[in-house]
T-cell receptor
Framework: NAGVTQTPKFRVLKTGQSMTLLCAQD?????MYWYRQDPGMGLRLIHY???????AKGEVPDGYNVSRLKKQNFLLGLESAAPSQTSVYFC???????????FGDGTRLSIL | RKEVEQDPGPFNVPEGATVAFNCTYS??????FFWYRQDCRKEPKLLMS???SGNEDGRFTAQLNRASQYISLLIRDSKLSDSATYLC?????????????FGGGTRVLVKP
């Protein structure tokens, strides 16, 4: 049971580099979410998607872009990484509106 | 006022004791409620959904008080393995795009 899979698990970037984080779910879920979690800040929603081909901004979208070309995948892009984007990134998905979200095991990203 | 608030703790609990803590939410139209458990540097994992009539899962009991706008989690017969951060999550309303708003978490430390 794969559930929600995030790749990569760890990454170190230099300021200004770009990268894409991949989230894949095998539960046929409609809704997918990207969060970042920083000490003392809790989970903050970056972007989310309510279905294939749709995306929307969350609480902290600046500096990030997303795409949901396939229902099972939700990509988070950093076009020009900044040290402030050093964080742990979690992806989550859910099937129905009032159901809970299920999380991937996170990507630890450090930007130097 | 934050949308969802939790006492950050830590709650230091003797093994075998009972501990309870609350999570307050500001939007009276909130639709659904959940408790998650998060271990250090790991992803949040669903502990239980919170139903209007209250619900119990083994040693864990969750309750919803709509009048005072809070949910609660009670842990009986605490085990060392219950040490974790407990996050509450609230779906603010149907108009919120089925997003969850998370509290900052309550840290529980169970000691021998």
């Amino acid at each position: 049971n794969a559930g929600v899979t995030q790749t990569p698990k760890f990454r170190v970037l230099k300021t200004g580099q770009s990268m894409t984080l991949l989230c894949a779910q095998d539960m046929n879920h409609e809704y997918m979410y990207w969060y970042r979690q920083d000490p003392g800040m809790g989970l903050r929603l970056i972007h989310y998607s309510v279905g294939e081909g749709t995306t929307a901004k969350g609480e902290v979208p600046d500096g990030y872009n997303v795409s949901r070309l396939k229902k099972q995948n939700f990509l988070l892009g950093l076009e020009s990484a900044a040290p402030s984007q050093t964080s742990v990134y979690f992806c989550a998905s859910k099937g129905q509106p009032n159901q809970p979200q299920h999380f991937g095991d996170g990507t630890r990203l450090s930007i130097l | 006022r934050k949308e969802v608030e939790q006492d950050p703790g830590p709650f230091n609990v003797p093994e075998g004791a009972t501990v309870a803590f609350n999570c307050t939410y500001s939007n009276s139209a909130s639709q659904s409620f959940f408790w998650y458990r998060q271990d250090c540097r790991k992803e949040p994992k669903l502990l239980m959904s919170v139903y209007s009539s209250g619900n119990e899962d083994g040693r864990f009991t969750a309750q919803l008080n709509r009048a005072s706008q809070y949910i609660s989690l009670l842990i009986r017969d605490s085990k060392l393995s219950d040490s974790a951060t407990y996050l509450c999550a609230v779906n603010p309303s149907k108009a919120a795009g089925n997003k969850l708003t998370f509290g900052g978490g309550t840290r529980v430390l169970v000691k021998p």
